[in-house]
C-alpha cells in the first residue's frame, strides 16, 4: 500500500527535485549563516543565477531575509526545515537507506543526512546537527558523557545548548592528547561542549603513548583513577570512527608500526584499538582512557563518520560495535555501504 508521500511523488514527480533543492538551500542557510549568494553557490555546486532565483523565491514566502551580512533564516523557515524534514528524507530514500544499514550493522538506529561530505562542508555541519540532537533528546541529570576527539565528534559543539529544566550532565575526555590539532583533542571538546551547554567537564592531559613502566605507574595516580571511575559510570559515549592508516598517521606511528599494522591487516580504529575487515582486534595502543567494555557497558553510543574514504573502516568497527549505537552518516557514505552489503549478500547466494 502506498504511502501519502508515496502516492504524491507518484502523482507529481517533478515536484520532488524541486522540493530537494529548495530545502537544501534553506538548509544550508541554516547551518552558514549569515551567508551571501556566492558563498552559498559554492557551497552547493550551483550557479549564483540558480541561487538568486531560488533564495528570491525563499525570500517573497518569508523563509528566507537577506540583511546587510548576508542571509539568514527566518522562524518561519526554521519550521518549515523541521516540518520538511521526515518527507525529504523520505522522499530521497534517505529513511529506507538508513534501515538496511540498522538491519544490517545490528545497532539501534541509522541517521543518515543527505549529500556528500567529501564534496559539501556544509554535510559536516548537517552530520553535527543530527548528533547533537540525537544526544540532547535523551539527556539526563547526573549524566556522565564520555567524548573523543576528531573533526566529526567536534561537528555537535555549535548546536548543543542548555536544555530546559537544566541537567547536571558531566563531559569527560574519553583520552589523552593525539596529534598536535588542539581544537580537535576531546580536552578541548570537553570544554567547549561544557560551556555550550552550560555544565561541567573532566579533562585528561595525557599523552596516548606511554611504556609499560609509565603506563603502571599512572595507573595509581589520583587524576587517572578519578577518570577511571568516570569511564565505568559512562552513560554515553560520543565517539568518531578512523581508517587504520588514517589514525597511525595521526599518532605519528612509525614506519615499523605501520608495516606491522598492515600485516595485520587492520582496517579501522576506535578507541585506541585496531581492527581488522572481520571486526577483530588485531593491535591496541598501551593508552590511558576509555575502554572498549566500558563502551560497551554505556547506556547511548553516539558515532559519527562520513566519507566514503571510510566505508571500509565503518563495515570492519559496526561487526564489534554496541547494540545500543546511534551511527550518524551522510549519503554518499550510506549508499556505499549499502552497495558493498548487497555485493556480499548476493555473493553469499550464488
Known sequence: MLTVPEAQQRLLPEMYPLLQARYRILQAVQLMQPIGRRTLADSLKMTEREIRKETDILREQGLLDAQKSGMVCTDDGEIV???LRAIVYEWSGLTQLAKVLESHFGIQRVVVVPGDYNEDHTILS???????????????????????????????????HPLDG??????????????HEMQMQANTLVATFAMQMETQYRTLFLPEHLSEQAYQAMLTEPMVTEMMAFYDQADCVIHGIGSAEEMAIRRNSSPEDLRILEEKGAVSEAFGYYFNADGEIVH?????????????????????????????????YFKVAPKQTIFVTDEAAAKAIAAKISSIENKHLE
Request: glycine fraction near 10%.
Open 284 to 316: 591496541r595502543i598501551r593508552t590511558i582512557g576509555i575502554q572498549l567494555e566500558q563502551v560497551q557497558n554505556s547506556e547511548q553510543v553516539i558515532a559519527v563518520a562520513a566519507g566514503k574514504q571510510k566505508v571500509n573502516a565503518m563495515l570492519s
Open 126 to 160: 548537517m552530520l553535527g546537527k543530527e548528533a547533537a540532537l540525537q544526544f540532547m533528546s535523551a539527556a539526563f541529570d547526573e549524566q556522565v558523557v564520555a567524548v573523543t576527539g576528531g573533526k566529526s565528534v567536534a561537528s555537535l559543539a555549535q548546536f548543543l
Open 166 to 179: 537544566q541537567k547536571d550532565i558531566t563531559f569527560v575526555a574519553a583520552r589523552g592528547g593525539i596529534g
Open 81 to 83: 526545515i523541521e516540518k
